[in-house]
């Protein structure tokens, strides 16, 4: 259970700074750090176990059929993840504090924050796939929230637009190849995939999931040629980029590659999709950084650059070159997010992210400086520091692997000159922003910042230091730990040590400092090269596309959508004539052996007057009234039919729905003409009526061919399990609150919203009142008659009685909560008609809303009480007691449940059925006034 506290309580989290928002910025910041730091203090708790090679799970049953559980796993990998997530999320907390001005909704930030923590926490720890799919989704989301926080910026915008439709488009990807998986293995268990490896690799939907899966990890971690949203989305806040862009949400794809590399590395596509990918994002990141003028631009570029480089890692294949990506991970997090918060302190105390305008910030903030500087020469691999040591091992496995045969000699060499930029565009960081000459055109002069806001970057350069000087100590357990969770197995010797003697990597790592500094000093002559190129935008390129995009598909939606119902039916019947018709055509005969049922007289009148309804509905519908009394008459024979079948419940449901429907129609025909014109040309006709045949025969072939085969029931096991599994005879209710109790809550839930969006619809609706029948005769004068209400009063404590009645023994004899909510929603709609609106509502006066939602929140908490019990969402309890009088009884909490539904059916139905009687109640038109 502390395993879901580590990931629950950034989700709880999550509301602290909205409980917090009128209290003091500092109080808020402070109370908002609480529980992820008590979260990091749970995950060092278990930091033994998992560097001790051990495998932690948590596992909370949801839907065990569909293989959906709450499932934890924390391993290295997960631990090393989260460790960045909670550490770097931590600082950039209080970073924030002094980064946010008096404007910035500190709260919401904070909130957006929390629940983006919380969405990474759940890719790395989730042990089921889908459940990893949706905290995956949750990072599109809660990012595009924090990519516009500044939401009156426009660059803002567009560039959380760009974001959200790459990723998401990629979390769709993902989202197959994840359930292709779950078909390959069996199992959505993380555990179950990663060992089915061999299996995975020699399917035929591999080459299939390997790019989908690949689609959805390079979209997130801004891979060529997905990159170019990353530099779009440095129109958010710093602590933003610091946090997502550095150190979690573009890691998320990494995490990926690194999470299934037991199961779908080790296959020359992988290689080659996964090595040329990272290979050419490497080069592309490290070039366009240098030409960068904005400071996080820059940063942007070297981001996915660095990216690329851990995917070249994960692609080649070898053991090593995993180890060594996963070191770069830590590396890249920790230079970079200080790198990050350093040019937000730049920004906040200059006003400036130019580096054409920022030159001598030496002299304005030294101490700011210093740190930048170390951070930015990790970054180009200066010895000493951690970026050389993980650089060391990458140029190392880039002149030991054979990924092109005989030119695998160009990747050493490929890889040199990405490090050669990455060393000139780190230089002009540090000499273009600190030296250089002086500021230009600031607006204000700089200085150093809080010494609080500095903190964070000082703790993670001083990490970079460590790290770089002393590796083994700092973080050889983790890196093993890490490691061993990516491999799946035995982790390969390496060597931590700084010094490894002369050797090619140091001759490498040699060149690319000396050269990346010539570049740098002579870089005028590289800059009017690249300025004599063509420039694109890419933010302009992509919403002309996405612009273009929505042209063509409104264009196709005007000609799908032309406002004619009898095309829109035309459409489904005729997919439902191919989809359903062409599977018939396989089939030799449709008589599959059963024998017929024999007909007789009963059966053949009921079956005779339900063909001669329906087909008088249709030749009378112009007619409405009367095509009402036909169709009230096919629901009559419907339920007849159900009460010959042995359907009681079946047929109690359609009666009383039959009577709610007829009422619902004949206080909507109030206000429609009683005859419709005929507008169908003959053409039309003969086509309407060919189409309907066809989907008659199609349908009612599919309905002998079922009929007459064999088939095995599921009945057999509700009858063998009503009674013991769920307390009661009547199998029917039996399913609906207990062993389909969740199928019922959504059925319920799906009718209050429905209820709730009439009520609005018709809410000050202008609807025109006739002032006399279809025949021009006027409405009698008389509104309430004395019989009819007289008869309404009479029948409304009987039918009450008979509600509860059935209420009461639907758990055992037919009926139940939906049936009992209609007999007393239509017994009280029989006295609005009756006695009118005004009348009833001057006795009666609920708010039927709130009977709605107390109904829902009645099944909800009954629902959510067998978890307290341990037990899953909505388990039913029963059991006999001795009362006095009354002698033996069963009480089932599916009793309760039942209460709710009867609750909402009633809510629902009046709220309904009152709303639209009450058009009819405000006045009585002596003309008919158009409206």
């Given at each position: 259970?502390i395993?879901?506290?580590?990931?629950?309580?950034?989700?709880?989290?999550?509301?602290?700074?909205?409980?917090?928002?009128?209290?003091?910025?500092s109080?808020?910041?402070?109370?908002?750090?609480?529980?992820?730091?008590?979260?990091?203090?749970?995950?060092?708790?278990?930091?033994?176990?998992?560097?001790?090679?051990?495998?932690?799970?948590?596992?909370?049953?949801?839907?065990?059929?569909?293989?959906l559980?709450?499932?934890?796993?924390?391993?290295g990998?997960?631990?090393?993840?989260?460790?960045?997530?909670?550490?770097?999320?931590?600082?950039?907390?209080?970073?924030?504090?002094?980064?946010?001005?008096?404007?910035?909704?500190?709260?919401?930030?904070?909130?957006?924050?929390?629940?983006?923590?919380?969405?990474?926490?759940?890719?790395?720890?989730?042990?089921?796939?889908?459940?990893?799919?949706?905290?995956?989704?949750?990072?599109?989301?809660?990012?595009?929230?924090?990519?516009?926080?500044?939401?009156?910026?426009?660059?803002?915008?567009?560039?959380?637009?760009?974001?959200?439709?790459?990723?998401?488009?990629?979390?769709?990807?993902?989202?197959?190849?994840?359930?292709?998986?779950?078909?390959?293995?069996?199992?959505?268990?993380?555990?179950?995939?990663?060992?089915?490896?061999?299996?995975?690799?020699?399917?035929?939907?591999?080459p299939?999931?390997?790019?989908?899966?690949?689609?959805?990890?390079?979209?997130?971690?801004?891979?060529?040629?997905?990159?170019?949203?990353?530099?779009?989305?440095?129109?958010?806040?710093?602590?933003?980029?610091?946090?997502?862009?550095?150190?979690?949400?573009?890691?998320?794809?990494?995490?990926?590659?690194?999470?299934f590399?037991?199961?779908?590395?080790?296959?020359?596509?992988?290689?080659?999709?996964?090595?040329?990918?990272?290979?050419?994002?490497?080069?592309?990141?490290?070039?366009?950084?240098?030409?960068?003028?904005?400071?996080?631009g820059?940063?942007?570029?070297?981001?996915?650059?660095?990216?690329?480089?851990?995917?070249?890692?994960?692609?080649?294949?070898?053991?090593?070159?995993?180890?060594?990506?996963?070191?770069?991970?830590?590396?890249?997090?920790?230079?970079k997010?200080?790198?990050?918060?350093?040019?937000?302190?730049?920004?906040?105390?200059?006003?400036?992210?130019?580096m054409?305008?920022?030159?001598?910030?030496?002299?304005?903030?030294?101490?700011?400086?210093?740190?930048?500087?170390?951070?930015?020469?990790?970054?180009?691999?200066?010895p000493?520091?951690?970026?050389?040591?993980?650089?060391?091992?990458?140029?190392?496995?880039?002149?030991?692997?054979?990924?092109?045969?005989?030119?695998?000699?160009?990747?050493?060499v490929?890889?040199?000159?990405?490090?050669?930029?990455?060393?000139?565009?780190?230089?002009?960081?540090?000499?273009?922003?600190?030296?250089?000459?002086?500021?230009?055109?600031?607006?204000?002069?700089?200085?150093?910042?809080?010494?609080?806001?500095?903190?964070?970057?000082?703790?993670?350069?001083?990490?970079?230091?460590?790290?770089?000087?002393?590796?083994?100590?700092?973080?050889?357990?983790?890196?093993?730990?890490?490691?061993?969770?990516?491999?799946?197995?035995?982790?390969?010797?390496?060597?931590?040590?700084?010094?490894?003697?002369?050797?090619?990597?140091?001759?490498?790592?040699?060149?690319?400092?000396?050269?990346?500094?010539?570049?740098?000093?002579?870089?005028?002559?590289?800059?009017?090269?690249?300025?004599?190129?063509?420039?694109?935008?890419?933010?302009?390129?992509?919403?002309?596309?996405?612009?273009a995009?929505?042209?063509?598909?409104?264009?196709f939606?005007?000609?799908?959508?032309?406002?004619?119902?009898?095309?829109?039916?035309v459409?489904?019947?005729?997919?439902?004539?191919?989809?359903?018709?062409a599977?018939?055509?396989?089939?030799?005969?449709?008589?599959?052996?059963?024998?017929?049922?024999?007909?007789?007289?009963?059966?053949?009148?009921?079956?005779?007057?339900?063909?001669?309804?329906?087909?008088?509905?249709?030749?009378?519908?112009?007619?409405?009234?009367?095509?009402?009394?036909?169709?009230s008459v096919?629901?009559?024979?419907?339920?007849?039919?159900?009460?010959?079948?042995?359907?009681?419940?079946?047929?109690?449901?359609?009666?009383s729905?039959?009577?709610?429907?007829?009422?619902?129609?004949?206080?909507?025909?109030?206000?429609?003409?009683?005859?419709?014109?005929?507008?169908?040309?003959?053409?039309?006709?003969l086509?309407?009526?060919?189409?309907?045949?066809?989907?008659?025969?199609?349908?009612?072939?599919?309905?002998?061919?079922?009929?007459?085969?064999?088939?095995?029931?599921?009945?057999?096991?509700?009858?063998?399990?009503?009674k013991?599994?769920?307390?009661?005879?009547?199998?029917?209710?039996?399913?609906?609150?207990?062993?389909?109790?969740?199928d019922?809550?959504?059925?319920?839930?799906?009718?209050?919203?429905?209820?709730?969006?009439?009520?609005?619809?018709?809410?000050?609706?202008?609807?025109?009142?006739?002032?006399?029948?279809?025949?021009?005769?006027?409405?009698?004068?008389?509104r309430?008659?004395?019989?009819?209400?007289?008869?309404?009063?009479?029948?409304?404590?009987?039918?009450?009685?008979?509600?509860?009645?059935?209420?009461?023994?639907?758990?055992n004899?037919?009926?139940g909560?939906?049936?009992?909510?209609?007999?007393?929603?239509?017994?009280?709609?029989?006295?609005?008609?009756?006695?009118?609106?005004?009348?009833?509502?001057?006795?009666?006066?609920?708010?039927?809303?709130?009977?709605?939602?107390?109904?829902?929140?009645?099944?909800?908490?009954?629902?959510?009480?067998?978890?307290?019990f341990?037990?899953?969402?909505?388990?039913?309890?029963?059991?006999?007691?001795?009362?006095?009088?009354?002698?033996?009884?069963?009480?089932?909490?599916?009793?309760?449940?039942?209460?709710g539904?009867?609750?909402?059916?009633?809510?629902?139905?009046?709220?309904?059925?009152?709303?639209?009687?009450?058009?009819?109640?405000?006045?009585?038109?002596?003309?008919?006034?158009?409206?």
């Amino acid at each position: 259970m502390i395993l879901a506290w580590i990931l629950l309580l950034p989700l709880l989290g999550t509301l602290v700074p909205l409980l917090a928002a009128n209290w003091r910025r500092s109080a808020c910041a402070l109370a908002t750090a609480i529980p992820p730091a008590i979260a990091l203090m749970l995950l060092l708790y278990h930091g033994s176990a998992v560097f001790a090679g051990e495998t932690l799970r948590y596992t909370l049953g949801w839907i065990p059929l569909l293989g959906l559980d709450i499932s934890i796993r924390l391993d290295g990998l997960a631990f090393l993840f989260s460790l960045l997530i909670l550490g770097i999320g931590l600082l950039i907390i209080l970073y924030a504090r002094y980064y946010l001005s008096e404007q910035d909704s500190m709260p919401r930030f904070y909130a957006y924050l929390m629940l983006f923590m919380t969405a990474m926490m759940g890719i790395v720890l989730s042990n089921n796939v889908l459940q990893l799919w949706m905290f995956w989704e949750l990072t599109s989301i809660s990012s595009f929230l924090l990519i516009s926080f500044w939401w009156h910026k426009s660059e803002a915008r567009r560039g959380a637009r760009m974001a959200l439709a790459i990723t998401g488009a990629g979390g769709l990807c993902l989202l197959a190849a994840l359930l292709l998986l779950g078909q390959i293995t069996g199992s959505y268990d993380l555990d179950v995939i990663l060992a089915s490896g061999a299996v995975i690799r020699e399917h035929g939907w591999y080459p299939l999931v390997l790019v989908l899966f690949l689609l959805g990890c390079f979209t997130k971690s801004a891979q060529f040629p997905f990159h170019f949203w990353l530099p779009n989305a440095m129109a958010a806040p710093t602590p933003v980029s610091a946090y997502l862009h550095s150190a979690t949400m573009v890691k998320a794809g990494i995490f990926l590659l690194a999470r299934f590399y037991p199961a779908m590395a080790g296959t020359d596509l992988w290689f080659l999709l996964v090595s040329i990918t990272g290979l050419t994002t490497l080069l592309v990141g490290a070039y366009l950084a240098l030409f960068k003028h904005d400071l996080k631009g820059l940063l942007a570029y070297s981001t996915i650059s660095h990216l690329g480089l851990i995917t070249l890692l994960f692609g080649m294949g070898t053991d090593l070159a995993a180890v060594a990506g996963v070191f770069h991970i830590i590396n890249h997090a920790t230079f970079k997010a200080s790198l990050f918060m350093a040019a937000g302190i730049i920004d906040h105390e200059s006003g400036s992210r130019d580096m054409r305008k920022l030159n001598g910030l030496w002299h304005f903030m030294p101490i700011t400086a210093t740190l930048a500087m170390v951070a930015a020469a990790a970054m180009a691999g200066v010895p000493l520091l951690n970026g050389f040591l993980s650089k060391e091992m990458f140029f190392a496995e880039t002149l030991h692997q054979h990924l092109l045969g005989s030119l695998s000699w160009i990747i050493p060499v490929l890889a040199t000159i990405a490090a050669i930029f990455s060393v000139a565009y780190s230089m002009r960081f540090i000499h273009d922003v600190f030296f250089n000459g002086k500021p230009k055109g600031l607006t204000k002069t700089p200085h150093e910042p809080p010494r609080y806001m500095r903190m964070p970057v000082e703790v993670l350069v001083v990490l970079c230091i460590l790290v770089g000087v002393a590796p083994g100590y700092v973080i050889g357990d983790l890196l093993q730990a890490a490691s061993f969770s990516v491999l799946g197995g035995t982790v390969p010797e390496y060597s931590l040590a700084i010094w490894h003697g002369f050797n090619l990597p140091l001759l490498m790592s040699v060149v690319a400092l000396a050269a990346g500094s010539l570049i740098y000093i002579n870089r005028k002559h590289l800059f009017d090269f690249q300025n004599t190129l063509p420039g694109v935008d890419a933010l302009t390129a992509f919403e002309q596309l996405m612009a273009a995009l929505a042209k063509r598909c409104q264009q196709f939606y005007n000609w799908l959508d032309n406002g004619s119902l009898q095309r829109y039916m035309v459409f489904v019947l005729l997919a439902i004539i191919v989809l359903a018709g062409a599977p018939l055509l396989e089939l030799d005969t449709l008589f599959g052996g059963r024998p017929e049922l024999p007909v007789d007289a009963v059966n053949a009148t009921g079956a005779a007057m339900l063909l001669i309804s329906a087909f008088a509905t249709v030749v009378f519908h112009r007619q409405r009234v009367v095509a009402l009394l036909m169709i009230s008459v096919v629901g009559l024979m419907v339920s007849i039919a159900f009460t010959r079948f042995s359907a009681p419940d079946l047929a109690l449901t359609q009666l009383s729905v039959e009577v709610v429907t007829i009422i619902l129609l004949m206080l909507a025909l109030f206000f429609l003409p009683h005859k419709t014109p005929k507008q169908s040309s003959p053409t039309r006709v003969l086509r309407d009526i060919g189409l309907a045949s066809m989907v008659g025969v199609v349908i009612g072939s599919i309905s002998y061919a079922i009929m007459t085969r064999p088939f095995n029931t599921i009945s057999d096991y509700f009858l063998a399990n009503a009674k013991t599994g769920g307390g009661g005879t009547n199998v029917v209710n039996v399913i609906l609150v207990d062993f389909r109790g969740f199928d019922t809550m959504g059925e319920i839930a799906v009718l209050g919203i429905a209820a709730l969006g009439i009520f609005k619809l018709l809410t000050r609706i202008p609807v025109f009142k006739p002032s006399s029948d279809g025949e021009g005769r006027p409405w009698a004068r008389e509104r309430h008659p004395l019989l009819l209400a007289t008869v309404a009063q009479s029948i409304l404590p009987m039918a009450l009685m008979v509600s509860v009645f059935i209420f009461f023994r639907g758990h055992n004899l037919p009926g139940g909560g939906f049936i009992a909510g209609l007999i007393t929603a239509v017994a009280i709609i029989l006295l609005y008609i009756s006695q009118g609106v005004d009348w009833v509502k001057a006795r009666m006066n609920i708010e039927y809303q709130r009977v709605v939602a107390i109904g829902l929140l009645i099944a909800l908490l009954t629902g959510l009480a067998s978890l307290l019990f341990n037990r899953p969402f909505l388990t039913s309890w029963f059991d006999y007691f001795k009362l006095p009088l009354f002698g033996e009884i069963e009480l089932a909490s599916a009793i309760a449940f039942d209460l709710g539904v009867y609750i909402t059916v009633v809510g629902a139905t009046l709220l309904i059925l009152a709303s639209l009687g009450k058009m009819t109640t405000s006045h009585r038109p002596t003309h008919q006034e158009p409206t």
